[in-house]
């Protein structure tokens, strides 16, 4: 009987299972189940926070260097580009028992999910907007699909933070890439510098008429008058 008491911490939950089946979701505290074989306990931490990679995978033992992992990371956009996105999945744990009983391997579910949510999210815009000005919006949107995903799956699973690592053209093109760029940065710089010139000459040329406008109106009134 002794052999039935069991603790839970504070960050768990204990999942007992009756012949391995789900009896009851205790919390924290010192508990207590019918010893085995008739019952076991299943401890799940809910409140710690992991990191799936998506696209690459972080090589803590060679200082963190990071390997890509094309199959994951490469996707084809709504203007049928190929783009290279990498993205780190945060998550924990919100129902102990989903989790242990609807998901045989979460990372992989999760990997697999996340790719399928990216891969839709992709498919719907273009490179340009994923590249530029779309990044926050195509991980917040990615995110939103993320998660209906695992709820429709009833994985037990939230995410936490779905952040956008990086993205860029293949290698292949991106030397084009890279130029097009520059073309798009240097057409922007030519526009500012003419809007500058533009906005100090104006003012000055206004105030050169004025001024013109004036010494006739002067000059007109000392003729008269005279």
Not at 28 to 53: F, M, Y
Not at 204 to 221: D, L, S, T, V
Request: aromatic share 8%; hydrophobic share 40%; charged share 30%.
């Amino acid at each position: 009987l002794a052999t039935g008491f069991y603790i839970v911490q504070q960050s768990e939950r204990g999942v007992v299972l009756r012949f391995g089946e789900k009896s009851v979701v205790t919390g924290a505290g010192l508990r207590w189940h019918i010893p085995w074989p008739i019952e076991r306990v299943e401890k799940v931490n809910v409140e710690t926070v992991s990191v799936i990679e998506i696209g690459y995978r972080t090589n803590e033992r060679r200082g963190g260097t990071k390997t890509s992992v094309p199959v994951e990371a490469l996707m084809i956009t709504s203007d049928e580009n190929i783009i290279d996105i990498e993205f780190a999945v945060q998550y924990r744990i919100k129902d102990a028992s989903n989790y242990l009983f609807n998901v045989r391997d979460p990372i992989v579910n999760i990997q697999q999910a996340t790719e399928s949510a990216i891969r839709e999210i992709a498919g719907k815009n273009t490179m340009d907007f994923i590249l530029t000005e779309g990044r926050d919006e195509v991980g917040q949107r990615t995110h939103v699909v993320l998660q209906k995903i695992l709820d429709r799956y009833e994985a037990g699973i939230h995410i936490v933070k779905l952040e956008m690592q990086r993205a860029y053209p293949p290698e292949q093109v991106k030397d084009a890439f890279d130029d097009a760029n520059k073309a798009r940065e240097d057409q922007e710089r030519i526009k500012n510098e003419a809007e500058a010139y533009a906005n100090d000459i104006q003012p000055r040329a206004r105030g050169r008429a004025a001024r013109m406008i004036q010494q006739a109106e002067g000059y007109k009134a000392s003729v008269v008058a005279r």
